[in-house]
């Protein structure tokens, strides 16, 4: 896996808050930062100047010029930094499902440019963050600084995606110097099954699977809400600077692309949140 960030951007200023994100976290981790737009012809369609007889040469040149922008946003704020920008044609999630083959990490913004080829949060952001390569981080509307000095929040279910996500915020935790958080879910309605596994018990057994030994001191905060999964998530990150989840957790149905407690953490919280899957090594 080659150590890069891998930001996507298409000119908006919500891509501008990822790209920023994405920086930071590449001179943190002391990795190359890696720019790249995907021009698609539907969005081509859509610029101001657009009609019949477009020429390649045109649009190419009005792709150059989005992750050009992009590079001097990145260098001025990193000027150290190992930057790369790529252009490719062909549609958003296609493109950067690709690069994710070669990226540790991929930061998109939670929204973009237009309404049938936004990059983010929709289509792209459902799809780049079910089936990348590596873990993704959504970074929402003016969420790039918000809150940097809160704990990084992570859900655990006991599932092998929330071991993932868990390994990968200890990770983050130690890398930021933050504080970590986990967070367990447990709602006991109506009808419950209470002869089912002690929510302390979970969380704890998360813990001891996910411990490296670089990890070992490791002493984060646990909390188990009496609430689904997705709220106890939510209402825990209120401050964080990072929310982590797994893909999908226990009894995820395989035809979606997120569980829907991603999905809905993923809408609902206002800072940068890393989708993980259990295929993802250590990143």
């Known amino acids: 896996m080659t150590e890069m960030v891998t930001v996507g951007v298409d000119g908006s200023d919500d891509s501008l808050h990822a790209l920023r994100w994405a920086t930071d976290e590449a001179v943190r981790r002391e990795v190359g930062l890696q720019v790249v737009y995907c021009l698609h012809v539907p969005r081509v369609a859509q610029l101001p100047y657009a009609g019949p007889h477009l020429q390649e040469d045109s649009y190419r040149d009005y792709a150059n010029s989005i992750v050009d922008a992009a590079a ?9 930094l190992d930057l790369r920008t790529l252009v490719l044609t062909r549609p958003p ?9 070669d990226a540790s990490l991929v ?29 993704t981080v959504v970074v929402p509307v003016n969420g790039a600084h918000r809150n940097t000095d809160g704990p990084i929040v992570v859900g655990v279910d006991g599932s092998a995606h929330s071991d993932a996500a868990l390994r ?37 057994d998360a813990l001891d699977r996910a411990r490296r030994d670089e990890f070992a001191d490791a002493r984060p905060e646990t909390v188990v809400l009496d609430a689904n999964s997705a709220d106890a998530v939510v209402a825990a990150s209120h401050g964080a600077s990072m ?28 800072n940068p949140v890393a989708i993980v899957h259990a295929s993802h090594g250590k990143h």
């Open 168 to 204: 990968f915020a200890l990770g983050q935790s130690a890398l930021h110097a933050r504080p970590l958080k986990i967070v367990h879910g447990h709602h006991r309605g109506h009808g419950s099954d209470h002869t089912e596994t002690d929510p302390d018990s979970v969380v704890a």
């Open 93 to 101: 999630s296609n493109g950067l499902l690709e690069v994710s083959t």
């Open 243 to 270: 929310t982590v989840v797994g893909s999908r957790g226990r009894g995820g149905f395989a035809g979606m692309l997120l569980g829907s407690v991603s999905q809905s953490v993923l809408h609902r919280t206002e």
């Open 107 to 135: 930061v998109l913004g939670s929204r973009g440019l237009g309404s049938l080829d936004s990059l983010f949060l929709g289509s792209v952001s459902t799809r780049v963050s079910a089936r990348a390569a590596c873990p």
């Open 72 to 80: 001097s946003v990145a260098a001025e704020v990193a000027p150290e």
